[in-house]
Nanobody
Framework: QVQLVESGGGLVQAGGSLRLSCAAS????????MGWFRQAPGKEREFVAA????????LYADSVKGRFTNSRDNAKTTAYLQLNGLKPEDTAVYYC??????????????????WGQGTQVTVSN
């Protein structure tokens, strides 16, 4: 079993930055794809980014590409999402998910196996 805990959210002004962390426990972390999803009020959960087990591949939603950056530290069993150039439309609860084992390229949150509790990101005007 994998347990995930997100942190790093907060309130920032447009154009600001945050770094989200996803701390994981469980033996399967190093073999899991780590994905990030977000859900804004009244909207469905949407794919944001994903990183492969060995950090060799990353995937981003078009809306965040060039602004957000995936990384992970398997020794620390932690995944990170650097959010730069934040926009008000980025406001949402951000969730990390683990797809272990996963098939690369999945963007559907329903196919991920484990989830954290979410961390709130609020971007003001």
């Amino acid at each position: 079993q994998v347990q995930l805990v997100e942190s790093g959210g907060g309130l920032v002004q447009a154009g600001g930055s945050l770094r989200l962390s996803c701390a994981a426990s469980g033996r399967t972390f190093s073999t899991s794809i780590m994905g990030w999803f977000r859900q804004a009020p009244g909207k469905e959960r949407e794919f944001v980014a994903a990183i492969s087990p060995g950090s060799r591949s990353t995937l981003y939603a078009d809306s965040v590409k060039g602004r957000f950056t995936n990384s992970r530290d398997n020794a620390k069993t932690t995944a990170y999402l650097q959010l730069n150039g934040l926009k008000p439309e980025d406001t949402a609860v951000y969730y990390c998910g683990a797809d272990g084992p996963g098939q690369w390229g999945v963007r559907d949150w329903r196919l991920y196996d484990y989830w954290g509790q979410g961390t709130q990101v609020t971007v003001s005007n």
